[in-house]
C-alpha cells in the first residue's frame, strides 16, 4: 500500500532503508538522510537480537522479569525508590500529571513545552487541568517566574500543584536546565507545596552533554521520565521514576489508559540493551549536530540557531515559510528529511543512524537546494 506525505514515497524510502539496514558497515552513498527526528531509529541487528531472547512473562501480574528488571535498574540509576514501565513518553507524563494533580489543578510548565504543543491537549483532556506557560527562554524559566505564576489562596483562581521541567526542551533547540536552577526550582516549589515534575524525554542528552549523572539531575525531583525511544534508540518504551507510593498509583492510571501490557520484557529487553551500550554515543550525535550547524552556518540564505548543545540543528530560512517548505520539499526528492517547524525555522536531529558523512551530504543538499 502506497503511503504518502505531501508526494513523497514512503514504500520507496523502506526499499530504500531495507537496503541500509542489508549493507549496514558499507558505504550508504544513496540512503535517505532522515533528520526528522531521533524518532526514525531503527533498532540494530543486536536489538532485534537481545529482544528476541529476552526472558517474558506477563507484567500485568508483575511476572515479567526483564520489565522487573528494567524498572528496578532504572530506579536505581536515578535514584529514586521505584519505576514503571509505559509504552510512551507521552503517557508517561500525562501518568504523571494525573498522580499528581485533581481535576481543576493548575500546572506550571514553559510555554514552548512538549506537554503543552504536542501531548494533544491530554492535560485538560485526561486530568481536566489547566496548563499555565511561561515565557521562559529556550524553555528555561526563572524561579521568580515560576513563583509569580503559582496563584492565590483565593476561591476565584486554580490551585497551582505542579511545576514541570523538560530537559533537555524540544522547541528549545535541544538546551539543557543549568542543574543549579533545577535545585533553586525544587526549593522555590517545595517551600510552597507544589511538586516538580522533570518530562526528561531526552534526559540522557543532557547527562552526555554536561557530564553530570542521571542521579544528580534526578535529585533536582519528585518524578520523572525518560524516552527510550528517541536518541537511545529502542523501537518502543518510556518510563516513569517516583516515590513508591507515586509509582502503585502510576500503575494503576497506566492500567485506565490502556497502556499496560502483557509480555513487555521484549520491549524492555531494548531498553536495557539502549541503557548498555547507546548512551556514551550519545556524543557523536551532539558532535554532527555542531558540524551541521558550522555547515549550514555559511549559508547566507539561512539564519543558523548557534550554541545548542545536543543532537538538534536549528536554522531560519530567511526568504521565509513559503521558501522554506520548497527548501523542505526539494530536499526531499533528494532523499534529505528534516522538519519545518513553522515561520521558515526548520529542525534536524541527529541519531545513531547519521554518521559525518549524512551530515556532510546532507549540508551539501541544504546549499545546493537553496541556491539553485
Ligand atoms: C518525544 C517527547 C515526549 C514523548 O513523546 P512520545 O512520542 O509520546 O514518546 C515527551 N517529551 C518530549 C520533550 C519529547 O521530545
Redesign the pocket.
Known amino acids: 500500500m502506497e503511503q504518502s506525505i505531501r508526494g513523497f514515497s514512503f514504500s520507496k524510502m523502506f526499499a530504500i532503508g531495507q537496503t541500509v539496514q542489508q549493507v549496514q558497515g558499507e558505504t550508504m552513498t544513496n540512503a535517505i538522510i532522515d533528520l526528522r527526528?531521533d524518532?526514525v531509529t531503527r533498532p540494530t541487528p543486536a536489538m532485534r537480537a537481545a529482544m528476541a531472547a529476552a526472558e517474558v512473562g506477563d507484567d500485568i501480574y508483575g511476572d515479567d522479569p526483564t520489565v522487573n528488571r528494567l524498572q528496578a535498574r532504572f530506579a536505581e540509576m536515578c535514584g529514586m525508590e521505584d519505576s514503571l514501565f509505559v509504552p510512551?513518553?507521552?503517557?508517561?507524563?500525562q501518568i504523571a500529571l494525573k498522580c499528581h494533580t485533581s481535576h481543576g489543578d493548575e500546572v506550571i510548565c514553559d510555554a514552548n513545552?512538549?506537554?503543552l504543543h504536542?501531548?494533544t491537549g491530554a492535560p485538560a483532556a485526561l486530568s481536566g487541568l489547566s496548563v499555565c506557560g511561561l515565557p521562559g527562554v529556550r524553555g528555561i524559566y526563572s524561579v521568580e517566574e515560576m513563583v509569580d505564576a503559582i496563584r492565590p489562596d483565593n476561591i476565584h483562581c486554580p490551585q497551582t500543584r505542579l511545576v514541570v521541567a523538560?530537559n533537555?526542551?524540544?522547541r528549545g533547540g535541544g538546551s539543557v536546565w543549568p542543574l543549579d536552577l533545577l535545585g533553586e526550582m525544587k526549593v522555590a516549589a517545595h517551600s510552597r507545596g507544589l511538586k516538580f515534575h522533570l518530562?526528561g524525554?531526552?534526559i540522557y542528552n543532557a547527562v552526555v552533554a554536561t557530564g553530570h549523572g542521571l542521579a544528580d539531575y534526578a535529585k533536582n525531583f519528585d518524578t520523572m521520565?525518560c524516552?527510550f525511544?528517541?536518541g537511545l534508540g529502542a523501537p518502543v518504551g518510556?518510563i516513569i521514576a517516583g516515590p513508591r507510593d507515586f509509582i502503585q498509583k502510576a500503575r494503576r492510571y497506566r492500567k485506565m489508559f490502556g497502556g499496560a501490557m502483557r509480555q513487555s520484557g521484549i520491549l524492555a529487553a531494548a531498553a536495557e540493551y539502549a541503557l548498555d551500550h547507546h548512551i556514551g554515543r550519545l556524543a557523536d550525535d551532539h558532535a554532527n549536530a555542531e558540524l551541521l550547524t558550522k555547515l549550514l552556518g555559511e549559508c547566507a540564505e539561512l539564519e543558523v540557531e548557534q550554541g545548542l548543545p545536543t543532537n538538534m540543528s536549528y536554522f531560519t530560512v530567511r526568504a521565509g515559510a513559503d521558501a522554506a517548505m520548497r527548501l523542505q520539499s526539494a530536499c526531499r526528492e533528494k532523499g534529505l528529511l528534516f522538519n519545518h517547524v513553522g515561520k521558515g525555522r526548520c529542525r534536524a536531529v541527529t541519531h545513531l543512524d547519521i554518521g559525518e558523512s549524512e551530515i556532510r551530504r546532507g549540508a551539501e543538499t541544504i546549499i545546493d537546494a537553496i541556491q539553485s
Open positions: 527526528s524518532t510512551t513518553g507521552t503517557m508517561a507524563n513545552s512538549h506537554i504536542y501531548e523538560e533537555t526542551h524540544n518530562d524525554a531526552r521520565t524516552c525511544s528517541k518510556s
